[in-house]
C-alpha cells in the first residue's frame, strides 16, 4: 500500500525559530492535509491542500502541495511553546472517501 | 464547525469485560466514519472504515469479531471491544468525514478514548 515517509521524526527548536518538516511519498495524492496532536487528545485539521502547487497559510503555519502531488511540506514561523505537539501529514486519494494515509509524525519541542 | 465528539474519553475494565465506545459528528452527517488505535509515540494505526447502514470494513490483522463496529446512523458509530484483555489498553480515536463537505473530505477526529484494561 501507499506508505509516507514523514521527516525529520523529531525537532527541539528554540521559541521564536522557524520550522520546517515534509512529507514524501512514492506515489502521488490528491489531498494533503496536515494535522497537529497534543498529548493526550486527538488530531486537529490544520491545513488542507488540494491542488498541486497550492501554497495556504493559517496564522504562522504555512503549507505547500508540491507540483509532483508526491510530496508536501509544512512551515512553522516564529515558534511559540504551545506549538508543542506532534504534527502529522495525511495523504488522501479522491476515490478513496476520505480514507488518509498517515506519516509517522513529527514532534516538535519548543524551549522557552 | 465539523466537531466529533467521542465518549467516554478515559475508561477503565476488567480482564474478560466488553467496553463500548461512541463516536459522534455533532454539526454535520458523516458519511463515512474511521477507528483509529495509537501507541504511545507512534503513529495512528487504522483498524476499521465505516458507511452509514453497511457493514465495516477491516485493516488486515483487525479481528472483526473482537472489535464490533456499528454506524447506524450518519452521525454516530460505536466501537464495542469485546472480551477485553490488557494488550487492548490503547488510545482509541474516531474520524468522521462527508462526501457533503466542500471541499473536502477530510477526517475530523475525536479527542479519543483512553482504555486500560486491568
Known amino acids: 500500500g501507499q506508505q509516507l515517509n514523514q521527516s525529520p521524526q523529531s525537532m527541539f527548536i528554540q521559541e521564536g525559530e522557524d520550522v520546517s518538516m515534509n512529507c514524501t511519498s512514492s506515489?502521488?495524492?490528491?489531498?494533503w492535509l496536515w494535522y497537529k496532536q497534543d498529548p493526550g487528545e486527538g488530531p486537529v485539521l490544520l491545513i488542507a491542500?488540494?491542488?498541486?502547487?497550492e501554497l495556504t497559510s493559517n496564522g504562522r503555519l504555512t503549507a505547500q502541495f508540491g507540483i509532483t502531488r508526491k510530496d508536501s511540506f509544512l512551515n512553522i514561523s516564529a515558534s511559540i511553546p504551545s506549538d508543542v505537539g506532534i504534527y502529522f501529514c495525511a495523504g488522501q486519494l479522491s476515490t478513496n472517501a476520505g480514507k488518509s494515509t498517515f506519516g509517522d509524525g513529527t514532534t516538535l519541542t519548543v524551549k522557552p | 464547525g465539523a466537531v466529533v465528539s467521542q465518549h467516554p474519553s478515559w475508561v477503565i475494565c476488567k480482564s474478560g469485560t466488553s467496553v463500548k465506545i461512541e463516536c459522534r459528528s455533532l454539526?454535520?452527517?458523516?458519511?463515512?466514519m474511521f477507528w483509529y488505535r495509537q501507541f504511545p509515540k507512534q503513529s495512528l494505526m487504522l483498524m476499521a472504515t465505516?458507511?452509514?447502514?453497511?457493514?465495516?470494513?477491516?485493516e488486515q490483522g483487525v479481528e472483526k469479531d473482537k472489535f464490533l463496529i456499528n454506524h447506524a446512523s450518519l452521525t454516530l458509530s460505536t466501537l464495542t471491544v469485546t472480551s477485553a484483555h490488557p494488550e487492548d489498553s490503547s488510545f482509541y480515536i474516531c474520524?468522521?468525514?462527508?462526501?457533503?463537505?466542500?471541499?473536502?473530505?477530510?477526517?475530523?477526529f475525536g479527542p479519543g478514548t483512553r482504555l486500560t484494561v486491568t
Open positions: 491542500l488540494y491542488k498541486a502547487g
Open positions: 454539526d454535520f452527517q458523516a458519511t463515512t
Open positions: 465505516s458507511n452509514e447502514g453497511s457493514k465495516a470494513t477491516y
Open positions: 474520524s468522521a468525514s462527508s462526501s457533503l463537505l466542500s471541499p473536502g473530505p477530510e477526517q475530523y
Open positions: 506515489s502521488i495524492f490528491n489531498t
